[in-house]
């Protein structure tokens, strides 16, 4: 049974200040446009889903969103020198792509049981160039536990040389378009179906995702049904 969650003050004012830090460096170092403001919920719970083509744009979303949220990180990133200062910093929640984790699940639901707002990429990893990568299943589970609103974010010039290219001083385009908030249909299937229900509600996610980005950073899911499924 997933118990409320609540944040520590001591990692409140951390989070406030890496993200006031985070919104210095991007506006230092790149244009940065952000639109869809209005269509941000004014309070949660909501789950925040958002295109991961590098290290770049979680931080990105985290810093430039209104409010502060949860964060879901791969675990590996722990183990890697300068980013895991910056997962541990922000507390962020470690997920494992290789197991269920039915504690990670708790907290999760948890946040959100608690009015809180969860940010993840339902692609689960990065995708290194432009263009989604098929969704893991983990997005549609939680929605359909949670039965929360889900906000698509499309990302856009955070590249993996988003750095080399700033300190060329090409100042590059980077934007943030955010999508208006929707919820996935009910899952009442078992079994097979279950699994194939919560892959395509995965798929409606990220084609409200790819809706926001250029073909080009469309990917796998380039052919954008004319109406894609998802109660706005």
Not at 20 to 47: C, D, K
Not at 115 to 134: V, Y
Request: proline fraction near 8%.
């Amino acid at each position: 049974m997933a118990t409320k969650h609540t944040t520590p003050m001591r990692l409140r004012i951390q989070r406030a200040l890496m993200r006031s830090l985070v919104r210095f460096i991007y506006h230092a170092i790149a244009n940065v446009e952000i639109t869809g403001w209005e269509n941000i919920p004014e309070q949660g719970p909501y789950m925040v889903t958002f295109n991961h083509v590098s290290i770049y744009d979680p931080p990105l979303v985290l810093s430039f969103w209104p409010v502060s949220s949860e964060a879901i990180a791969a675990e590996y990133l722990w183990e890697e020198k300068w980013i895991s200062l910056v997962v541990r910093g922000y507390g962020s929640i470690p997920v494992s792509r290789d197991f269920f984790d039915r504690s990670l699940i708790n907290k999760t639901l948890g946040i959100l049981a608690g009015g809180g707002i969860l940010t993840l990429s339902p692609e689960g990893e990065r995708s290194f160039k432009p263009g989604l990568i098929p969704a893991k299943p983990g997005i549609a589970y939680l929605a359909e536990k949670a039965g929360v609103p889900i906000v698509p974010v499309g990302v856009t010039g955070t590249t993996g040389d988003l750095i080399q290219r700033a300190r060329r001083l090409e100042r590059p385009e980077v934007s943030m378009r955010i999508g208006k908030p929707f919820k996935l249909p009910e899952g009442t299937s078992k079994g097979a179906d279950r699994k194939e229900n919560r892959k395509q509600n995965a798929d409606t996610v990220m084609y409200k995702i790819a809706e926001l980005l250029p073909e080009e950073y469309r990917g796998v899911y380039a052919d954008v049904p004319e109406k894609v499924t998802g109660e706005e």
